[in-house]
């Protein structure tokens, strides 16, 4: 009788009675009744006072466990006749359409998914694989900001890889507010395209800036017409200095191709662990690193002048110059690298030059993909952590979870 009287106090607040609490050997099964009259649809907000008939079964939910107890929550449920959906099981307070699981169980398993992968998770609360990724959808289409693509100025576009083989997540972020508001599989144009086809015309018009990397692809679906040909497109400085980052990277694998080709195996053994010594940041070498690099700058060739033009672009956007500075410094850099003869950094030079509109663009508005390639950072701790998907609409709401517009609220810390 206790046990009754303390389980109604708890529930009133949901809007049910308990009529019975039977104790298994593992599990706590409670039988309650809504306190309303009404039937409410479960998909609108229809209510009515007739009903279409009686479920013959009860129906079920997993609540929070008691300890080393599952509580499963159990209670007869009416039918209803809604006008625009038909005949529904009506709504409860406390669960999600179609769920068989308590709001706080999927609020607490939401919020666990954020923090640990999936296994721990199935460990934890006790559920397979498929429910946790099942609970995730319903959260983030159930508390997924609705107007998380209003007020759209500044955005940033980008893909990434959620799987092996060329699998790929575009995802488009709110520079003021730093948050995912909107993605989905793909990568090229056409995956763009249904970003503002969602948005519509009237809130593209709204978008002043988009910075993207210097791929043809989001550029060609930002100036269609009806989409943003108003908006300014920002190339991040990040995927400049990538540029030549990759520019030398190519060249220090001709160099070593170079040795093995000269059966110097000894001296191609050593000279491959000098790539991290030439990538980082000369800041950020170890005493190692710094051994190596000083090594290939007393042997000079090639090498060495290719990481001199790596580190004088990287230097023009480390921020210390003015928007003039900066044009005058790259358009030099990109007249040097011409006349290297370091083919790798030719290439780069005429990417950069065809591009420079935007790159200065992203330098004058302070515009840059930044905070995108930190949520990017974040997106792909989440895929290694999780071990694998299976589709991407589950990877697309485990991203949008952790990074989208979502407040999540763990059970005590709900009103």
């Given amino acids: 009788m206790r046990v009754t009287t303390a389980f109604n106090r708890l529930l009133r607040l949901v809007g049910v009675n308990v009529t019975d609490v039977v104790f298994g050997v593992d599990t706590v099964v409670v039988t309650v009744r809504l306190r309303r009259t009404k039937l409410v649809c479960p998909l609108c907000d229809y209510s009515t006072h007739t009903r279409y008939d009686t479920r013959p079964v009860p129906s079920r939910w997993r609540h929070l466990d008691l300890g080393s107890w599952r509580l499963v929550v159990k209670a007869d449920l009416r039918r209803l006749s809604c006008p625009e959906h038909g005949q529904r099981v009506e709504g409860v307070p406390f669960a999600r359409h179609r769920a068989r699981f308590t709001g706080d169980f999927e609020s607490l398993v939401a919020w666990l998914a954020t923090k640990m992968d999936k296994a721990a998770i199935q460990r934890l609360v006790r559920v397979d694989w498929d429910t946790v990724g099942r609970i995730i959808e319903r959260v983030v289409v159930d508390e997924l900001d609705p107007r998380r693509l209003d007020d759209l100025f500044e955005i940033g576009v980008d893909e990434i890889s959620w799987k092996k083989h060329h699998n790929y997540l575009t995802l488009v972020a709110n520079h003021r507010t730093g948050k995912i508001v909107w993605g989905h599989e793909g990568k090229n144009a056409?995956?763009?395209?249904?970003?503002?086809?969602?948005?519509?015309?009237?809130?593209?018009?709204?978008?002043?800036?988009?910075?993207?990397?210097?791929?043809?692809?989001?550029?060609?679906?930002?100036?269609?017409?009806?989409?943003?040909?108003?908006?300014?497109?920002?190339?991040?400085?990040?995927?400049?200095?990538?540029?030549?980052?990759?520019?030398?990277?190519?060249?220090?694998?001709?160099?070593?191709?170079?040795?093995?080709?000269?059966?110097?195996?000894?001296?191609?053994?050593?000279?491959?662990?000098?790539?991290?010594?030439?990538?980082?940041?000369?800041?950020?070498?170890?005493?190692?690193?710094?051994?190596?690099?000083?090594?290939?700058?007393?042997?000079?060739?090639k090498l060495w002048r290719a990481y001199q033009r790596k580190e004088e672009l990287r230097a023009i956007f480390a921020g210390d110059l003015n928007n003039q500075e900066v044009a005058d410094m790259l358009d030099r850099w990109c007249a040097r690298v011409q006349r290297s003869r370091l083919e790798p950094f030719v290439k780069a030079g005429r990417t950069i030059r065809q591009h420079r509109g935007g790159i200065l663009a992203a330098i004058r508005l302070g515009i840059n993909n930044g905070r995108i390639e930190g949520l990017n950072n974040q997106v792909r701790l989440i895929i290694r952590r999780a071990y694998g998907f299976h589709s991407p609409q589950a990877a697309l709401a485990l991203v949008m979870l952790t990074c989208g517009p979502i407040e999540l609220n763990l059970p005590h810390e709900q009103t």
């Fill in 190 to 301: 056409k995956t763009f395209d249904r970003f503002f086809d969602e948005l519509g015309e009237a809130r593209s018009a709204q978008i002043t800036a988009v910075s993207m990397d210097m791929g043809p692809a989001f550029a060609k679906s930002v100036r269609k017409k009806g989409h943003a040909p108003q908006a300014v497109i920002c190339y991040d400085p990040f995927h400049v200095v990538k540029l030549a980052t990759d520019a030398l990277e190519n060249v220090r694998r001709a160099h070593w191709r170079q040795l093995w080709d000269l059966n110097d195996k000894t001296a191609a053994r050593k000279f491959k662990g000098a790539r991290w010594a030439l990538l980082k940041n000369p800041e950020d070498l170890t005493d190692t690193q710094d051994a190596t690099l000083t090594r290939i700058r007393r042997s000079g060739g």
